[in-house]
């Protein structure tokens, strides 16, 4: 809810309602940051002071109620809303407040205290679980035997599962380091992985495909049906013709349509169980002067992504185009909306983003190279006073015009 609490009632409430709300997430969102400077500091402090500025907003719209008898509340005499106050000055005092997260402590509680109360007869506790704990540590495994409701054991069988102190300390699994996976790729012979690679880096971005597409070798007009794009025959007809004219390592939107080329057979991937599609947004660099994240949106668009193919080698040449050698995605872009003197939206402090259509009102989408994307966007359709009831998961993105 932290995520998407701001996006969902932009433009539903009162204006000074949305600030203090949004003010409390940077604060939130700030605190958590695991380098923590003077700026941040400054920053933290600043998101505070803005809650407190627009805070009586909820009180006078009626949102600030008791959370057993609901009753509207006129103070914030809150001990959490307090203990914020502290925040600033300890990491002062002590640094990032990370060290002191609960989120440890809190697990151990569950696995030494919660789970081996479990099997107790909800009598002497202190002396069951402690048993309990004393036949986990002097356990060959370190699992210890089963507990009956007595405390007693049922069997000498132990479960090989590990020590249970390195259960709850160690990390559940290990994390794919794709830049690196993508290096060794870099260093591979010729041959030995396939082309184009699935796994590489764009500027400061690694970037995993599947390694089977969901879809292969289908003629591109079926492809444009499936995925109802009704512009793809052309888009990729002149993608192909600017790669055979003017090779370029950077694509951008605009110019005019072009008439089609035939184009024999491509690998596509698609989620097929939603009748719209499952597409991603995400951020596309169009200008190779500006590098992400430092610079922003500055440079680089918002789009959404329909389609991720590769285009087939055409019959008759033995199995080589020189178009097979990158990946291509569909794409749609969403421009930006001004605020005013700002790209962003006074209330929530995102920008507001519409999809961007040619002069025959038809979307802009173009083919570019999937090496030009550099990170994954969360984009929330804008309500409004109140919500389309007949939207959805599945369709409220397709069905939306505005986002946020």
């Not at 008791?66 to 300890?90: F, N, R, T, Y």
């Not at 069951?128 to 405390?151: F, H, M, T, W």
């Not at 790669?243 to 605009?254: A, D, K, N, R, W």
């Amino acid at each position: 809810m932290q995520r998407f609490i701001v996006v969902v009632i932009a433009g539903a409430t009162d204006p000074d309602v949305i600030i203090a709300v949004r003010a409390l997430m940077e604060f939130r969102y700030h605190s958590q940051s695991t380098a923590i400077t003077s700026i941040t500091r400054d920053k933290i402090k600043a998101a505070l002071q803005e809650f407190h500025d627009h805070k009586q907003a909820i009180i006078e719209n009626g949102f600030q109620r008791g959370s057993k008898s609901k009753a509207i509340l006129k103070h914030w005499h809150i001990p959490k809303i307090e203990l914020m106050q502290s925040v600033a000055p300890s990491i002062e005092r002590v640094g990032s407040l990370l060290q002191w997260s609960v989120d440890t402590t809190e697990h151990a509680h569950i696995e030494v205290i919660k789970e081996p109360a479990s099997t107790t007869n909800n009598h002497n506790y202190d002396a069951q679980i402690c048993r309990c704990l004393d036949r986990y540590e002097k356990s060959p495994d370190g699992e210890g035997p089963n507990v009956d409701a007595q405390g007693d054991s049922e069997s000498e069988d132990y479960n090989d599962t590990g020590n249970l102190l390195d259960d709850i300390w160690a990390p559940r699994r290990q994390a794919s380091n794709f830049f690196d996976i993508a290096t060794r790729l870099s260093f591979s012979p010729p041959g030995a992985v396939p082309t184009p690679p699935r796994t590489f880096i764009a500027g400061s971005t690694a970037i995993h495909l599947n390694y089977d597409a969901s879809r292969k070798h289908i003629p591109i007009d079926n492809v444009a049906e499936m995925f109802d794009l009704p512009n793809l025959r052309g888009a990729l007809a002149d993608y192909l013709l600017r790669e055979e004219s003017f090779p370029q390592s950077l694509h951008t939107f605009g110019g005019q349509r072009r008439s089609p080329h035939l184009v024999q057979s491509l690998s596509s991937a698609k989620n097929p169980t939603w009748k719209y599609g499952r597409y991603d947004a995400a951020i596309m660099n169009i200008d190779n002067q500006w590098k992400w994240p430092s610079s922003g949106l500055r440079g680089h668009a918002a789009v959404i992504v329909h389609l991720v193919m590769c285009p087939a080698a055409p019959k008759g040449s033995g199995g080589v185009s020189p178009h097979s050698d990158r990946f291509l995605m569909y794409a749609q872009r969403l421009d930006i909306v001004p605020q005013g003197n700002s790209a962003v939206e006074r209330t929530t402090g995102l920008p507001v983003l519409k999809r961007a259509t040619r002069t025959s009102s038809s979307l802009l989408g173009e083919l570019f190279p999937v090496d030009q994307l550099r990170s994954f966007a969360h984009i929330v359709p804008r309500f409004g006073q109140k919500a389309d009831n007949q939207l959805s998961s599945t369709n409220c993105v397709h069905s939306s015009q505005s986002f946020s």
